[in-house]
C-alpha cells in the first residue's frame, strides 16, 4: 500500500478563496482524522470520520471549514473562504478498526495570503 | 480527558550521546501509548507503541520507552543519538475505544557535532 496520500503538497492561495484539501487513506481503514498542525497549537483535531460517517467535528473552527467522506477512499476537507489564520499544515490520518496507530499522510502546507 | 505534555520544547544533544525525550499523560484508565517522529516537511512516522505487556518497548531506529503507570510517564530513549535522529518527536496517547489520538505539543531534536 502506498499509505495516506493527499493532494496537494502545497497551496497558496488569496485570502477569500475556495481550498479544497485531498486524502486517501489505506484501502480498509475504518477510521479517517483530519489535524492541523501551527506553532502556536500544535496538532489539533479538526473531524474523525468512522465507515465514512462524521463521528466528531467539534474540532472544525468555524463554518467556513467543513469535511466530506464520499466513500471509503476518499475524503476532502473543504475552507470557504480562506482566510490567513488558517495557514497551517493539515495532516488527513487513517487508522484500522482493531485498535493500532494512526498512519499519517505527508501533509498539506496550506499558506494564505 | 486525555492530555500528553511534553514539558521540553527543545532539546539540543552532540551525537554520540544518551537521549531521554519526557511525555506524562493524563489519562483514567490503561493508555495506549505512542511515539511518533516528523522530520521536516514530512509527516508523522510512529516510532513505537505501548498497548500491554512489557512495559519497555523496542521500536525502530534503535529507540526505547518505557511505561511507567506510577508516574503517567511514557519517557523515549536513546542510547547513542546520530545526526540524522535531529526532528520533532511527538508523545499520543489512545484508548481501547478507538477516539482519536490526542498528542502532545512535540520536543524538537537538535543535534550537535
Known amino acids: 500500500d502506498a499509505g495516506v496520500i493527499q493532494s496537494p503538497r502545497h497551496e497558496v492561495t488569496e485570502m477569500g478563496q475556495e481550498v479544497t484539501l485531498r486524502c486517501k487513506p489505506i484501502s480498509g481503514h475504518d477510521y479517517l482524522f483530519w489535524y492541523r498542525q501551527t506553532m502556536m497549537r500544535g496538532l489539533e483535531l479538526l473531524i474523525y470520520?468512522?465507515?465514512?460517517?462524521?463521528?466528531?467535528d467539534s474540532g472544525m473552527p468555524e463554518d467556513r471549514f467543513s469535511a466530506k467522506m464520499p466513500n471509503a477512499s476518499f475524503s476532502t476537507l473543504k475552507i470557504q473562504p480562506s482566510e490567513p489564520r488558517d495557514s497551517a499544515v493539515y495532516f488527513c490520518?487513517?487508522?484500522?478498526?482493531?485498535?493500532?496507530?494512526?498512519?499519517f499522510g505527508q501533509g498539506t502546507r496550506l499558506t494564505v495570503v | 480527558a486525555q492530555s500528553v505534555t511534553q514539558p521540553d520544547i527543545h532539546i539540543t544533544v552532540s551525537e554520540g550521546a544518551s537521549l531521554e525525550l519526557r511525555c506524562n499523560y493524563s489519562y483514567g484508565a490503561t493508555p495506549y501509548l505512542f511515539w511518533y517522529v516528523q522530520s521536516p516537511g514530512q509527516g508523522l512516522q510512529l516510532l513505537l507503541k505501548?498497548?500491554?505487556?512489557?512495559?519497555l518497548v523496542q521500536g525502530i531506529k534503535g529507540f526505547e520507552a518505557e511505561f511507567k503507570r506510577s508516574q503517567s510517564s511514557f519517557n523515549l530513549r536513546k542510547p547513542s543519538v546520530h545526526w540524522s535522529d535531529a526532528a520533532e518527536y511527538f508523545c499520543?496517547?489512545?484508548?481501547?475505544?478507538?477516539?482519536?489520538?490526542?498528542f502532545g505539543k512535540g520536543t524538537r531534536l537538535s543535534v550537535i557535532a
Open positions: 490520518a487513517s487508522r484500522g478498526l482493531v485498535n493500532t496507530e494512526a498512519f
Open positions: 505501548y498497548f500491554s505487556g512489557d512495559t
Open positions: 470520520f468512522n465507515n465514512n460517517v462524521p463521528i466528531d
Open positions: 499520543a496517547v489512545g484508548n481501547e475505544g478507538n477516539t482519536p489520538l490526542v
